[in-house]
């Protein structure tokens, strides 16, 4: 008899409740505030998940109400698919029931445990049943289904079920109650969960109820849906035994060999054989047939061969624009100074596809003295608990931030200051510590993505920030000849009783540059760059200013007449009298672009003497 | 030369820079510690030969410029107006002086410093004066202050005051204060307020025919001024009676020769032959007297002062080591273990005795 049935006759013996009072920790629902936000972000996920299969744009409301002391009811609506009715008991009442199970696609759910443990957790914490209603598209009734799981059997009990009318065209209700505890203004809550939730999923649109009445609206920042994500077939190289032997016995393949080609990724009919050799099996043989040895064999011949990678286009990244635009929406409130994100290309570990993206947020509001924010995202979903354990918080620490202009004592550990760091990982399989999916394990190839793409947002912060002190300091000086040395004039003169002196020539020598200095406004859906520059030199200078812009296809409008225009550049010629101001302008379309920071160049002038822009080293 | 033109002299020296198209700036003399030289002629702390230069090159020069033009034209208002103002007021004041406003106190206080330093005068003749009170004085002298109404008031220094004392103003210059009469034959500085007031309580005062002083902790300028002035001008030698720690010793230094924070004009506040009596970390063992163990700080301190050229003399090396070796601190009531009589009675006369004087 298969250990695996044997283990089954076993596992009936310990009931469902045991089980799941022993894994509690694991599956998330060891503390009261815990098991309330387990409880959403399940039925969350699985929303957000459900919609990206049907192409749908999510719309999704979250409500909790409180019933009674400690116990909570939750709702979570969407307007996906639906689920048939025939499959309602089985979702929501089976664990390790998912259609996503053996499945390798870059999904927020990954093992079939997720919302069956939440209807579990609100059985066994209150006594009631788990209401679901769901209607699968227009004309079709929704169904209103009541289930709890009967902890004896494992299996699910429908207690009532009724059709009824459903004014949505398509979708999914779930209803809990559950024993828990609301908890606002802490990073592990609810809250926090349905902010990260939508800083990564830019499309979505949610609505949050709180138990006070209290609404949130979380808006769409994006029509466009992320791209679907393909299935992949798995790569020898991240293969496990118990896998390999699950596969041999379900394959239609009638040969070793051909099972080889046809159910794994990068391995080709002469490579199968290849293996097969190596792994002295007849290459007729059929799958059914192989024993666990020759399936020992077999991985350990993967070994020995060459292959290619995994295809890597199975992977939907958010992408960095979008990634930017979600921080922005969702840090509006601290306003903060300088926003970079980044996304990798796709690398593979241990034939798995994955993909890093970071984004750095800093300044504003943005405590000052404290350990930056960090926020931790796999597969589009937040990760809100077991931060120490997890590789993003261990990549960040093992880097030197204080190169990039944050505190951090000794070069490792958290940095400290006005900064959000968040690190996205996207895998068909992400490699977690344990079933709950909270941290992510150490994986030496996703530990190095991640720090080169947090490397890339830090070097553009760290530009921001010299850019910063350099213009800082130009202000200082814009202060001091503009007010104070004035005010010194005047009030010298007042004193003395004499005539108020001229100052010009105070004022060139203290400056003695050429002063560039700009803005970029936002006004009626177009942006606006204004570029100006001053003289305070002794002499006419005669330079050429460039100006970086996205996209020449944006520009709408350049002041004066540019010598050029490229794709990525405006080009002017500057002639400027001693004492003289001139100003230079160009327009952009506000509703495609993302640009909110000049970045200025020089050529034909020494740029010792100018501030306000670098030396222009030709295109990159 | 006025105070006044003095301070003029300041803005004529920016007018003509601006006048011959010249960046303004002031020079005077650097304030760090390692321009911090000993005197040994007049044996104090001075401000040694580095010179710094504030200019309006830069953003801060700039401010302290226009700080110094309004602060030396509020100096001429009140100068003219006969008014004084606290330090503190000065700082209020500059909330309406737009750009030239003071961001904290302590800016406004360096401000009135600088000041000092680059005309050679003192804070009083700018008419600014610190917040903190006097420190009091008993004893067998005359004093003749000239009062808010302008009048000449004579005070006897025992029969005209209260137990607390006569309170030393914060002007103790001879337009504002003189000695008229002394039968005193020396001067006592005693830095905490216990002991003062148990000397004043057993009228040790009039037995030892001294004058006591008050010193408060760390003296302000005014005492150290005004116990100055005593010693130069009637002949009267000082002694200095403190607890016994390092940082008591910091203050008897003070006194003798001068603060890092005040030595532009450590001449007219130090006075080099007053003398330290005790408590001394020999007191503590010859006279058995309850003590603390010393802390880190303690420790810090005392080995600095082995390096202080202030200490730089057999005495106090001979004593710092002692205390290093015995780990010991004891304050100045310490004595009271026997018998409130016993420090009047036995321990200063004993000890004033072995420094000479008769009691
Ligand atoms: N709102 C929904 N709309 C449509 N289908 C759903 C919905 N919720 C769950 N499902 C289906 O039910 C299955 C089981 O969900 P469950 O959360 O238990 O597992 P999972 O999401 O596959 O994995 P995980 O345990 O990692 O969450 C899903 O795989 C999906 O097919
Ligand atoms: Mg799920």
Known sequence: MPIAEELAKKQKQISVAEFFEKNKQILGFDSLNRALITCVKEAVDNALDACEEAGVLPDILVKIEEVDKDEYKITVEDNGPGIIKSQIPHVFGRLLYGSRFHSLKQSRGQQGIGISAAVLYSQLTTGKAAIITSKIGEGFPAHKVELIIDTKTNYPRIIKEEMIHWEKKSGTRIELFVRGKYVKNRKQSVYEYLRGTAIVNPHAHMVFIEPDGNEIVFERVTEEMPSQPREIKPHPYGIELGTLLKMLKETKAKKVSSFLATEFSSVSPSKARDVVRRAGIDENKRPHEVTLEEAKAILEAFKGIKLMAPPTDCLSPIGEVLIKRGLRKETMQLSPEFISTDTRQPKVFAGTPFMVETGIVYGGNLPKEERVEILRFANRVPLLYQEGGCVITEAIKNMDWRRYGLEQKGGKGIPYGPAIILVHVASVNIPFTSESKEAIASVEEIEKEIRLSLQQCARRLKTHLSKKVKKEKAKNKFLLISKILPEIARKCAEILNKPVPPIDNVITQIMNIVWIDDEVVKKDGAVESRIRVMNYKDKKQKFVLYAEIPDRKFVQAIEPEPLEVRDRIIKWEVEVEPAEKKEYVFRMDGKEVDFDENNLYVLGIDPVNVVGAEKWEGEK | ?359
């Open chain 2, 1 to 359: 030369m006025s105070t006044l033109d003095d301070l003029r002299k300041i803005a004529e020296k920016i007018y003509s820079d601006l006048e011959k198209g010249k960046v303004p700036s002031i020079t005077l003399a650097s304030r760090t510690k390692s321009n911090i030289v000993f005197d040994d002629r007049y044996r104090v702390w001075k401000y040694g030969e580095q010179k710094t230069t504030r200019s309006a090159v830069s953003l801060p020069g700039a401010y302290m410029l226009l700080r110094t033009i309004y602060v030396m034209d509020f100096i001429r208002k009140m100068i003219e107006e006969g008014k004084t103002s606290t330090l503190r007021e000065l700082y209020y004041i500059s909330e309406g002086w737009g750009e030239a406003k003071f961001n904290a106190q302590d800016e406004s206080d360096k401000l009135a410093e600088d000041l000092e330093i680059i005309t050679g005068r003192m804070r009083e003749d700018f008419k600014l004066r610190p917040e903190e009170d006097g420190a009091r004085v008993i004893g067998d002298i005359v004093i003749e202050e000239r009062t808010r109404k302008g009048e000449k008031r004579r005070i006897h220094c025992q029969d005209d005051v209260g137990d607390a004392g006569y309170s030393i103003p914060y002007n103790v210059e001879k337009d504002k204060l003189n000695f008229v009469e002394v039968n005193a034959d020396k001067i006592i500085a005693v830095e905490t307020g216990g002991m003062f007031d148990r000397l004043v309580e057993n009228r040790f005062d009039e037995k030892s025919n001294s004058i006591l002083v008050h010193l408060k902790g760390q003296p302000a300028r005014s005492t150290r001024r005004f116990i100055k002035r005593m010693n130069e001008e009637l002949n009267l030698p000082v002694i200095v009676f403190t607890d016994g720690d390092p940082w008591s010793y910091r203050i008897y230094a003070s006194v003798a020769y001068g603060a890092i924070k005040t030595a532009h004009i450590s001449e007219y506040l130090a006075t080099p032959s007053a003398q330290f009596l005790g408590v001394t970390p020999s007191d503590i063992l010859n006279y058995d007297l309850p003590s603390d163990d010393l802390n880190k700080e303690d420790v810090a301190a005392l080995q600095s002062e082995l390096s202080d050229p202030r200490f730089n003399d057999e005495f106090w090396l001979e004593e710092i080591k002692l205390q290093l070796e015995i780990k010991k601190k004891a304050e100045q009531q310490a004595l009271a273990k026997y018998g409130l009589d016993y420090v009047t009675d036995v321990y200063l006369p004993e000890k004033m005795a072995e420094m000479g004087y008769e009691v």
